[in-house]
T-cell receptor, first 115, second 113 residues
Framework: ETGVTQTPRHLVMGMTNKKSLKCEQHLGHNAMYWYKQSAKKPLELMFVYNFKEQTENNSVPSRFSPECPNSSHLFLHLHTLQPEDSALYLC??????????????FGSGTQLSVL | GESVGLHLPTLSVQEGDNSIINCAYSNSASDYFIWYKQESGKGPQFIID?????DKRQGQRVTVLLNKTVKHLSLQIAATQPGDSAVYFCAENNKDSSYKLIFGSGTRLLVRP
């Protein structure tokens, strides 16, 4: 186990549904991340939170809404998604965003299918 | 622009042989590199990292080599085992990317018994 837990592991939703992805890290880290992993594409950074403050929004559509209530928990709220949003959504954490050699620790991801 | 890419999308090796996975990067200012392993159904797992002031770094059965002259990074796995079958990603960061990790597309390693 990496110390980063994501739920649910799998999610199927319709385009009109609202759902949330959850991530929890037990590593005492201060930074948390959401990545999108699509088939045959490199990992895409979506959001970064450092000490609960959002420091990065990588031009993500507003139908994805992150929430970071504390340094250990991260959510991704989903609404009115499109089929092309189907992907593996990975959460990661690291000690802190300002360091130049940050190792990311990933969860196992949520495999999302939008019908 | 910045890009990190892999030469071989799939590498097949015999169990017990050594594996070499290659990665090219385009930004000469990159100063930190990292390799991840992703097994089916799991998230990427840290393997080894290296800073630009080093040419080589060794871990347990793995070695990362950095050639800054040709902007090339490689991961060597000694005595490859079935459990090494996975997709391997290289990633880099630099000041230009605000130290955000830039990931390559990945190479799939298949270990033949």
């Amino acid at each position: 186990e990496t110390g980063v837990t994501q739920t649910p592991r799998h999610l199927v939703m319709g385009m009109t549904n609202k759902k949330s992805l959850k991530c929890e890290q037990h590593l005492g880290h201060n930074a948390m991340y959401w990545y999108k992993q699509s088939a045959k594409k490199p990992l895409e950074l979506m959001f970064v939170y450092n000490f609960k403050e959002q420091t990065e929004n990588n031009s993500v559509p507003s139908r994805f809404s992150p929430e970071c209530p504390n340094s250990s928990h991260l959510f991704l709220h989903l609404h009115t998604l499109q089929p092309e949003d189907s992907a593996l959504y990975l959460c990661a954490s690291s000690q802190g965003w300002d360091r130049a050699s940050e190792k990311l620790f990933f969860g196992s991801g949520t495999q999302l299918s939008v019908l | 622009g910045e890009s990190v890419g892999l030469h071989l999308p799939t590498l097949s090796v015999q169990e017990g042989d050594n594996s070499i996975i290659n990665c090219a990067y385009s930004n000469s200012a990159s100063d930190y590199f990292i390799w991840y392993k992703q097994e089916s159904g799991k998230g990427p797992q840290f393997i080894i990292d290296i800073r630009s002031n080093m040419d080589k770094r060794q871990g347990q059965r793995v070695t990362v080599l950095l050639n800054k002259t040709v902007k090339h990074l490689s991961l060597q796995i000694a005595a490859t085992q079935p459990g090494d079958s996975a997709v391997y990603f290289c990633a880099e960061n630099n000041k230009d990317s605000s130290y955000k990790l830039i990931f390559g597309s990945g190479t799939r390693l298949l270990v033949r018994p």
